[in-house]
């Protein structure tokens, strides 16, 4: 309102002034001129009358003196305004002569528009304000007399309350605009009743109509801060600091202030230039030393710049990259103070993430207007800060990467002066180092830094010379140990937080691309390890690491372990994990092979060439790309092709197999034929290269039409020719089975294994085939099917190659399956036939063995003999072949089958349950005479119970006998998987048996083991068998396997997936695995949970020696690693409860030898650190996250701890008196276990101190019972410790001496030996009397337990000595205890 009255005043004067028509210009002059003279004269009458009243102004009843009226205001500001615009004085000399005559000093005006400036309104203060400074920028006027520092301050104060006033209009958008709600608002807004909300509400009113009435608007300010630099020219403020430092305040936050105040980016703008200039003016000599005060400017501009991203940011790093950056040349204090300020800054960066990575960001932008040598002494700054505090050493981690990415030649490639040591190398080192740090946050950080350093560095071509010479020898003490990069990157892959494992992976898989040459293999093996994490980020950082090592190398490791690692990833739950590894397997494996297409044919004149002097193998590893074969014979791994199926089949349906794949590999079988017949081999020990049979067989479903029908012809033919009769080994079996095969039988192996992947060909491609080929070639399999004669695995592709053609090249689904039952029914009648025959053979010769003594000998004999050793190959077949027959037509009539198989697995029984069965008997067992056909007839019966549900209901019973009772290891191998077969469908027949199919799992085979728990625990998963019963104590033990490999798969099993999917098993379940472990039977679920007394000590690990009890152990803790912080102390509660209690109570019989192994794990897991509630610990959930932010949740995170402290002091409370009295009985039995008993009692006074307290204060007579057992237990165990030290040398006699010296000497020894055992002792006493006076000293001084609001704070208690005691120099042992390990951390250094 008054610029609005003041500006209209001006120019109506203005106009009049400048009026040129009418009247004579020189009268019309001189008119105005006299009248406003007159007025002046007015004007100044009524400034010089208001003066003298308020100079009688009584001080004594207010000490503030009335302010200047806004009328007097805004007269002098026009007097002053027009003796400015006239540029004469004479209107200010009148106005202080009439001040001198009526003894009025000019500071007199001063003091009212002071009061103005603070205590009016807005627009008043803001008059005054501008009132203050036109005084001090008149012509002539008084400086020294007018300019005091209380006015200054005023001045500065009004300034911050125009900008922290805010604009009715825009406090108004967010109150309701109806009258009901508006004042519903108020009164919400005010709270509260009575006279304070009353008055509060008629201030909130005066301040509306006030608002009302003025519209602030801040461009008002800017008239102000004009005539403040104009000012500061006049004006030295060195002799007044205060001044100075509130006018720096000031203008540093003006820029906060008016960002909600301005209209537009313009206006806010001319406000920051503003102050700008007001800065800068302040940095001059005249106002004092311009290093300090460029130090007070940068230390109050430095909350803008650690500021969120906003126009006050911008603004401050602005000033200080452009102003003071360009004043540091002429002023070497600015210079000193700006070289400091990111130093500053960094100390008062904020911990949170995002800000403190703006206060990077700052720091960068600051440091990279530095001079060169300024920057280089920045980053010896943060290289020592690397060694700091946590805080200090994460921003010195953020820091050293900026520095690195931000400013030229860090490793000085591009110096012309050879430089001792590069700083960018001290940086990396100090990374490095960070990468071992004691904070999980900090290693993380460390890693991912330097991940993306290495990355920058390596787009240099010298830079990557010397980085990889650093990382090459690059040397740091990583837990103790000194490491390098591969043993750092070893140990950060297995790092407990999840954050660091990630960040490991990823800085492994740049150096993978940086270092070159062969990488370590313990690396590449976590690497593998790290794929089955379960995070799925760490599983994506993994295979990234690994597919990168698979990139740059070629090594055969490498091949190795990224096909085991990487595509059993297929089966992942995570849909994107199954993606990757798709795309990875397609461009890392099939597209290399694909290669290999564009390979030339093998001419004649290439091979006389070439072969002379060279193997078949390295003639094909020569004109193949390098890795191909390899890859071939890799993915026929039997632990790699279950996932390379179902990637081919995946990528088959998404129809992303190229027809270049399945050239390449018939020109692979090609090139290898014409390499073999060049070299004139045998054409019948000819084989393919590895692997490729099979991945045609699988590319064939989906690319059929690109392979070629003679191509498949040739090679059947060929293969089918030359196969060799016999028995033959699986091509998928061990290695170790074929090392003492010789080559021949090698070579059937593989032969065999190619006929079976070809016919796998044929009939996927069958329905491309002519219709004369393919009934020849149906055919042929049925021939070959009937003779019996071949591999089980070559039955399978028989069987199902001629099913399927059946079904291809029939009219309808009616004429398919009447064909294929026609064969079958042909193929099932001639191995019955043959089944039956030997049956029949081998009981008659049984019988006639039977009918003489002694028995016969002679070629009859032998010829018998021969015939049976040739027909039992024949019987093993057929039998198989009617299991395969099963599988391809389940609804094949197997009436005449069932009695045979029935008597093969039934002979020489004498169970009157397996011999229910009409059929043929025997009187001798085949599982003697021939194991194989009676492994085999099992496997039969399996595969006919699958398909009928009433054969099944009879069998099972019989399936689990024979689980528990045979002696082979194949068979029950196979045994366990057709019942988990079962399980799946037949469930509640099988239900009841499920105890006993668990004692597979302790099995004297590993296999056997192994399968036994992958099955059980996919059944568990898929909730086809529930976790009850005994199978979750059964499964404990899995966890001490004598198999890594079974160890690790139980790991898994209860660390992962039955941590999410049955939380509290392992806490329902603890106190009864500690009795069945023990094989007690005191629990009351223990019948139950254990069955027979066998079973018992099947799945107990008895016995109190070490390794037993470190079984148990590693059992409970891996229990309680699952547990969350509640479910800890309530298992806490719980052994106190049923086994502490229960033992005190006379219900557990501590004289019984199980009984004592449960109450001692008892004592241990009471005394684990496990058991305990870690401040770090963190849920499942959690582990991924590193940093924890804080916010809103720090109270209900403080209230949490606060009911935790409170439940474990009542539970110490409990807990106490059972110790007590189950210490006085073991002490009357004279138990050993007293030992375990005051070794965990000793833990609990260590860790549960400030609870326990409370109760030996309030009971003096348990303090000095626990003293005074303290002190003897103490005693006991150092003498036992000395009576078990090893005598020394000086103790034993001389072997050459005289008989009298030697006897002389050992009485002297023995004399001696025994001094030695007293003064031991008495130390042993003395020692023991120390301990119990420690344990607990600081309860005897009364000291109480802290309150509650002060339990997160580290107590420290008094340590006054009680007057007349006598101070001990001995340790005291217990309080030892109680202090924290102190390690090397980087926050003592």
């Known amino acids: 309102m008054y610029f609005r009255v003041f500006w209209r005043e001006n120019e109506n004067s203005n106009s009049k002034v400048d009026n040129k028509g009418g009247r004579d210009p020189t009268l019309a002059f001189r008119g105005a001129s006299n009248e406003a003279s007159v007025k002046m004269e007015e004007t100044i009458s009524r400034i010089i009358t208001e003066l003298e009243e308020l100079r009688h102004h009584d001080i004594r009843s207010d000490p503030q003196p009335p302010p200047l009226s806004l009328q007097s205001l805004l007269d002098l500001q026009s007097l002053l305004d027009d003796a400015h615009y006239a540029n004469e004085s004479e209107l200010l000399d009148r106005l202080y002569d009439e001040l001198s005559s009526k003894n009025l000093s000019p500071s007199l005006l001063i003091q009212p528009i002071a009061s103005a400036m603070d205590s009016g309104p807005v627009n008043v203060s803001l008059a005054a304000s501008k009132l203050y400074l036109s005084l001090l920028l008149s012509p002539n006027a008084p400086v020294f007399t007018l300019f005091t520092p209380m006015s200054f301050l005023s001045f500065l104060r009004s300034i911050r309350r125009s900008l922290k006033h805010r604009p009715a209009s825009q406090s108004n958008l967010d109150e309701p605009t109806t009258g009901s709600q508006s004042a519903a608002y108020r009164k919400r807004k005010l709270g509260g009743r009575g006279k304070a909300s009353r008055k509060n509400a008629r201030n909130s009113q005066n301040n509306d109509n006030d608002g009302e009435e003025c519209e602030f608007d801040a461009m008002f300010l800017l008239p102000v801060l004009e005539k403040l630099v104009l000012a500061m020219d006049l004006i030295h403020l060195d002799r007044f600091p205060d001044s100075l430092k509130s006018l720096v305040q000031t203008m540093a936050d003006i820029p906060v202030l008016a960002l909600e105040l301005c209209r537009n980016a313009g206006q806010y703008n001319q406000l920051a230039n503003s102050c700008l200039r007001v800065l800068r003016e302040v940095l001059r000599p005249e106002h004092g030393d311009p290093g300090n005060t460029a130090a007070e400017v940068l230390k109050s501009l430095s909350s803008l710049i650690l500021m969120p991203k906003s126009q006050a940011r911008t603004f401050a790093l602005g000033f200080i990259t452009r102003q003071m950056m360009s004043l540091t040349k002429a ?40 001079a060169l040598e300024d920057q280089i002494g920045f980053v010896k700054f943060v290289v020592q800060m690397a060694h700091g505090k946590s805080n200090l050493r994460l921003l010195a981690v953020d820091l050293i990467l900026n520095l690195v990415t931000s400013l030229k030649d860090p490793l000085g ?9 590069p700083w960018g ?36 071509v010298k830079c990557v010379v010397v980085l990889r010479n650093f990382m090459e020898s690059v040397t740091v003490r990583d837990e103790n140990v000194d490491a390098g990069i591969n043993n750092i990157l070893r140990r950060r892959c297995m790092d407990d937080k999840a954050a660091v494992r990630k960040a490991a992976l990823l800085l492994a898989t740049k150096l993978t691309t940086l270092l070159g040459g062969a990488i370590d293999e313990v690396v590449l093996k976590t690497m593998g390890m790290a794929c089955s994490d379960p995070l799925i980020s760490i599983r994506k950082a993994a295979i990234g690491a690994l597919s990168e090592a698979f990139r740059t190398f070629s090594d055969k490791t490498v091949l190795t372990e990224w096909l085991h690692a990487v595509p059993r990833l297929i089966t992942d739950n995570e849909s994107s994990i199954q993606e990757e590894c798709e795309n990875l397997f397609l461009e890392l494996v099939l597209e290399r092979i694909s290669q290999a297409a564009s390979t030339p044919s093998y001419g004649g004149s290439i091979c006389n060439a070439s072969v002379e002097g060279k193997s078949l193998d390295t003639e094909m590893e020569v004109l193949f790309p390098e890795g191909v074969l390899y890859l071939l014979s890799a993915i026929c791994d039997r632990e790699v092709t279950p996932w390379v199926k179902k990637i081919c089949t995946n990528l088959g349906k998404k129809k992303r197999l190229k027809n270049k794949l399945v050239a390449a590999l018939q020109n692979i079988i090609k090139v290898s034929e014409s390499i073999w017949l060049s070299q004139s081999l045998p054409i019948e020990k000819w084989i393919a290269p590895p692997g490729a049979w099979f991945l045609l067989s699988e590319a064939s479903a989906y690319l059929s039409k690109a392979i070629d029908w003679e191509f498949l012809h040739h090679h059947w033919q060929l293969l089918d020719k030359n196969a060799i009769l016999g028995e033959c080994k699986s091509p998928f079996d061990e290695g170790d089975a074929f090392v003492e095969e010789e080559n021949s039988e090698r070579n059937s192996v593989a032969w065999a294994s190619d006929r079976v992947f070809l016919l796998q060909t044929i009939s996927n491609v069958s329905l491309e085939l002519p219709s004369e080929p393919a009934a020849d070639l149906a055919h042929n399999l049925l021939i070959r099917i009937e003779e019996f004669n071949m591999h089980s695995t070559e039955v399978d592709a028989h ?32 191995a019955s036939k043959i089944i039956d025959k030997f049956i029949s053979e081998h009981s008659q010769k049984n019988r006639e063995s039977g009918f003489f003594t002694p028995p016969r000998s002679g070629s009859r004999r032998d010829k018998k003999s021969m015939a049976f050793s040739k027909s039992l190959p024949e019987a093993i077949t057929a039998i198989y072949t009617i299991g395969t027959l099963v599988v391809v037509c389940p609804s094949a009539d197997m009436s005449t089958v069932v009695p045979l198989i029935h008597t093969i697995i039934t002979s020489g029984s004498s169970d009157p349950k397996s011999n229910k069965f009409l059929g043929p008997t025997t009187t001798t067992s085949l599982k003697q005479t021939a194991p194989s056909l009676y492994i085999q007839g099992w496997l039969t019966m399996g595969k006919l119970c699958l398909a ?6 009879s069998y099972i019973p019989l399936f689990v006998q024979e689980l528990e009772k045979s002696e082979f290891a194949s068979l029950r191998n196979n045994l366990v998987v057709m019942m988990a077969d079962f399980c799946v469908r037949y469930t509640a027949l099988v239900d009841c048996y499920i105890p006993k199919i668990t004692r597979c799992l302790r099995d004297p085979c590993e296999l056997v083991r192994r399968q036994t728990f992958i099955l059980l625990a996919r059944l568990l998963q898929r909730d086809y068998v529930k976790w009850r019963g005994v199978l979750f104590l059964r499964f404990l033990l899995s966890l001490v396997d004598e198999s890594e490999k079974i160890r690790h798969l139980a790991d898994f099993l209860f660390g992962n997936i039955l941590k999410v999917k049955a939380p509290l098993l392992a806490y329902n379940s603890f106190v009864e695995a500690i009795f069945v472990l023990n094989d007690c039977p005191a629990h009351n679920g223990h019948k139950e949970s254990h069955g027979p007394g066998k079973d018992g000590r099947l799945f107990s690990i008895r016995g109190n020696d070490e390794n037993s009890r470190s079984k148990r152990m590693h059992i409970y803790v891996s229990l309680l690693k699952q547990m969350a912080p509640e ?18 109570d006379g219900m557990l019989n501590i004289e019984d030898v199980t009984a004592q192994s449960v109450l001692q794990d008892a004592f241990h897991i009471l005394a684990c650190k496990e058991i305990r509630i870690s401040s770090t610990r963190l849920s499942a959930s959690e582990s991924a996250d590193i940093e924890e932010e804080a916010g809103a949740d720090n109270g209900a995170a403080s209230r949490g701890k606060a009911i935790t402290q409170i439940v474990k002091k009542g539970l110490i409370q409990n807990t106490v008196p059972i110790f007590i009295e189950l210490k006085r009985i073991l002490e009357s039995k004279n138990s050993p276990l007293i030992g375990s008993l005051m070794e965990c009692l000793r833990v609990l006074l260590k860790d549960y101190k400030n609870e326990i307290d409370d109760i030996l204060v309030a009971d003096k007579q348990l303090q000095k019972e626990l003293i005074y057992d303290m002190q003897k237990y103490e005693a006991a165990k150092a003498k036992a410790a000395v009576s078990t030290m090893p005598k020394s040398s000086a103790h034993r006699s001389p072997e050459a001496s005289a008989t009298l010296a030697k006897t002389h000497r050992q009485s002297n020894l023995k004399d001696k030996r025994e001094n030695s055992k007293t003064v031991a002792s008495a130390m042993t006493d003395a020692a023991a009397a120390a301990t119990a006076r420690a344990v607990l000293r600081e309860v005897n001084k009364g000291t109480a337990t802290p309150p509650l609001s002060s339990l997160g704070v580290p107590k420290v208690k008094s340590r006054t000595i009680v007057s007349g005691s006598v101070s001990n120099g001995h340790s005291d042992v217990i309080e030892s205890l109680r202090k924290r390990q102190s390690f090397d951390s980087d926050e003592e250094n």
């Open 331 to 370: 002023s070497e204090g600015v210079k000193k103070a700006v070289i400091n300020f990111p130093r500053y800054l960094t100390n008062k960066a904020p911990d949170k993430s995002e800000p403190r990575a703006l206060a990077v960001e700052s720091i960068m932008e600051i440091v990279g207007v530095m």
């Open 413 to 421: 490639v591009n110096s012309e002066n050879e430089m001792k040591e």
């Open 425 to 460: 190398i001290c940086c990396l080192e100090a990374l490095v180092k960070r990468c071992s740090d004691v904070s999980a946050a900090i290693r993380a950080r460390a890693l991912s830094n330097l991940a993306q350093l290495v990355g920058f560095l390596s787009s240099d």
């Open 799 to 830: 069987v199902k190659a001629l099913a399927t053609l059946c079904k291809r090249k029939a009219s309808n689904l009616t004429e398919a399956e009447g064909l294929v039952m026609k064969w079958v029914h042909q193929v099932l009648l001639k």
């Open 948 to 953: 009928d549900g009433k054969l099944a209901k």
């Open 1127 to 1144: 479910h800890l102390l309530a298992t806490f509660a719980k052994l106190c409860a049923e086994i502490l209690a229960a033992a005190s």
